[in-house]
């Protein structure tokens, strides 16, 4: 059936550390290689509510904020070949970060690349699937370009472990699963609620972060397994973290060598274990210089992981609610910190 267009509703950022406002804006066209979608929920990340709080990223303004969309696609430009109107779809919408306020995530409209989308499988809700590309993509991204595992399942002979620090965040919960669902051995670190919920996305075992043996714990895992942390993700890349994952790398014999990815710079003040190299995920890469980390991703391994059940959407939906006039409510709640969820709004 043919879609009605109806308003383009947006909640917009009119200037530099402003307060979102609600108006209407014009429906943009599909340019080559690009979906026109109608917008059914978008979820919250970090970078939307840093962006407007620190004026930073973003310099082009009245700006769209907003990465993570689940909806239907209403249109196709020229040269799309996977998708077409009426398709349920999620995206990594490029817009906020790439300045181009119709390719932004929260308004009713948003114009996607064909390369950023995967269709959503019917099992699932717009809401379970606006939880995924943004954390899915930064796991990818950390785990592919910075840890340098191969884009396949492990080989039997290919040894080491996997260590997810925050693995309840929405990107652990992603590479958890993706490494997990690849066949790597996958230590991680959460509050005690969420152990038992990270050990079934396929966590090997979990510890607290808190815990003051936290290091030693992982070391002596690694070592009975007689396993080496080949890679670590610092998804918390704050405070002490950093001296932590370096702890449990000393503590698992695992340094020289190991390779961790933070998703904030290491800070030049805090020392590394001798032979780690660290690197600073950009999940942007994605469609930069690692684009076949994005055709792996969204072209097809995460609708087939998707449907057999081996990735689940994570992490807990929290919706927010008030639809686009709950945006700021998202942005504000995500930025006093959550536990374990993943904020959205329907649209
Ligand atoms: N570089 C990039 O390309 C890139 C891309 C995406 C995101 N990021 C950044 O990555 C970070 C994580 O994003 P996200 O969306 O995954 O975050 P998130 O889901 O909002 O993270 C929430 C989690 O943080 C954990 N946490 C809170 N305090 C902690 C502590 N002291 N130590 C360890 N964990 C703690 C909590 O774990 P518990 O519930 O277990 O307590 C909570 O589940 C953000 O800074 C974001 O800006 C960077």
Redesign the pocket.
Known sequence: MAHTLRPNVAAVLPEKQGHLVITERPIPTPGPGELLVLNAAVAA???DW?VQSFGVLVDKFPAVLGSDVAGTVVSVGQGVTRFKAGDRVIAFSLGMVFGNIDAAALQTYTILNENATSHLPQSLTFQQGATLP??M??AA?ALFADLELPMREKHANEKGAILV??????????AIQIAHALGWTVYT???P??HAWLKELGATDVW???DSQVAQHIGQAARAAGLKIRGAID???????FD?VAAALIAADSASGARVA???PWPADTPKPEGTETL?????RFVKDRQDIGTWLFGSWLHKALEDGSIRPA?KVRVIEGGLKGAQNMLDT?KD??????LVIDI
């Not at 620090?165 to 992603?174: D, Y």
């Not at 600073?280 to 942007?284: E, G, L, T, V």
Request: hydrophobic residues 30%; positive net charge.
């Open positions: 990340n970090p970078s840093k943004v954390a993509t930064t991204i620090w925050s693995g309840a965040s929405s990107v652990g919960v992603g670190t959460a509050s609620k969420h607290d972060y808190r998804t918390r890349s704050e405070d002490s973290s932590l933070t998703v904030l600073s995920i950009n999940c942007f992490p995500l910190g959550v536990s374990g969820e993943k």
